[in-house]
Nanobody, 116 residues
Framework: QVQLVESGGGLVQPGGSLRLSCAANGFTFRNYPMSWYRQVPGKERELVASISTAGGSTNYADSVKGRFTISRDNAKNTVYLQMNGLKSEDTAVYLC?????????WGPGTQVTVSS
């Protein structure tokens, strides 16, 4: 059974940094690309960043390019999202996700609030 659990969210001031983690189990983690999304109430879920199986290829939403970095540790079955230069518009629930077969799996999410 696929399980994804995010951690590392919290309250941070504008310009600050956070590092999110997503621990995965129930599948062969190293064989699957991973993604981070974010969700704001009343808005569509947004793809923030994605990473290939070995980590050699990454993609980012234009809104976070140059500020966020996605990485993974296949030995620890964990994907990370380093977020620097946070802005108020980055406030959201952040969820990690993978496509396993024909089903997209989601973690419960972790809240990130950027406010002074």
């Amino acid at each position: 059974q696929v399980q994804l659990v995010e951690s590392g969210g919290g309250l941070v001031q504008p310009g600050g940094s956070l590092r999110l983690s997503c621990a995965a189990n129930g599948f062969t983690f190293r064989n699957y690309p991973m993604s981070w999304y974010r969700q704001v109430p009343g808005k569509e879920r947004e793809l923030v960043a994605s990473i290939s199986t070995a980590g050699g290829s990454t993609n980012y939403a234009d809104s976070v390019k140059g500020r966020f970095t996605i990485s993974r540790d296949n030995a620890k079955n964990t994907v990370y999202l380093q977020m620097n230069g946070l802005k108020s518009e980055d406030t959201a629930v952040y969820l990690c996700s993978t496509l396993w077969g024909l089903v997209r799996y989601w973690g419960p999410g972790t809240q990130v609030t950027v406010s002074s």
